[in-house]
C-alpha cells in the first residue's frame, strides 16, 4: 500500500497534505512492525501467517465496530 501511494507522487506532480498523512502513517506502521495488541491477541506458539493474519482481521473489526457503535450512541443523544 505504502509503495502505490509512493509511485504515484511523480505521476501527478505534488505531495498534498492528505496524501502525505497517509504514506506517513503506513511507513509508520511498517517500520514499528507487530504491535503490543497484536503480541497479546497472537497465540502462544503460533507460526502461522494465516493465524497472524486472522487475528489482524479481528482485531480491526472489533475496533472498526466499537467505533460505529460509539459513533452512533453519540449523534442518538445529541439530538434527543
Known amino acids: 500500500m505504502l509503495s502505490i501511494f509512493a509511485i504515484a507522487v511523480p ?3 505534488h505531495l498534498d497534505a492528505e496524501h502525505f498523512t497517509i504514506i ?3 511507513g509508520i506502521v511498517g517500520l514499528h512492525g507487530v504491535s503490543v495488541l497484536q503480541e497479546r491477541a497472537r497465540p502462544a506458539h503460533s507460526n502461522s501467517a494465516l493465524l497472524d493474519a486472522g487475528t489482524t ?3 480491526y473489526l472489533g ?3 466499537s467505533f460505529i457503535i460509539s459513533y452512533y450512541l453519540l ?3 445529541q439530538y434527543r
Do not use: S
Open 11 to 13: 505521476e501527478f506532480g
Open 24 to 26: 506517513a502513517i503506513l
Open 57 to 59: 482481521v479481528a482485531i
Open 63 to 65: 475496533l472498526l465496530t
Open 75 to 77: 449523534q442518538a443523544m
